[in-house]
């Protein structure tokens, strides 16, 4: 799966009328509880990762699976995790999907069932091989792949908040 999620970023202009200064807010529509805020588009858009990252480890937490990504609306930008995270996120997919507990995962992989459950804990990274290893396990290898980047500039004018 590609973890690549359209988010809106919008003017706060509450914020705007009520301090007189600008603010700025961000959501994931496709997933839950992933919004941000900032005082600037630039500082909303630094943040964008870690709070796409951050939502959607809850999932993970619930043992549930990651929402589908949508196509992009007008005025969204697209929004990736990072590749170490998103080979995490696809080991707990992939375990989800078989059923296969951290323990049964540690058994196939020669570790134990503790470190096997860090494995799709994105606060504490974990070793690319080992993330591989675990995927080999369960019949999967990860792919890279490059993609060119969004055509986004702090300077484009987000929409106001409705």
Known sequence: MRYVFPC???LDEEHLRDTGR???NAKFPDVHGAHT???SVQEVHDRLR???ETALSFCIDDNESFPTPSAPGPGQVLVSVSPAVAAQFALHEAMLAQGVT????AGR???RPSHAKRLTDIYRPAKPDEVERALAALGLQMVSEAAPLEQWTPSEEPAPVA
């Not at 951290?102 to 995962?105: G, H, K, N, P, V």
């Open 109 to 111: 992989v020669g570790m």
């Open 37 to 39: 805020c900032g005082d």
């Open 102 to 105: 951290a323990a049964e995962l």
């Open 22 to 24: 600008e603010g700025y």
């Open 8 to 10: 809106m970023i919008e």
């Open 50 to 52: 870690d709070c796409l």
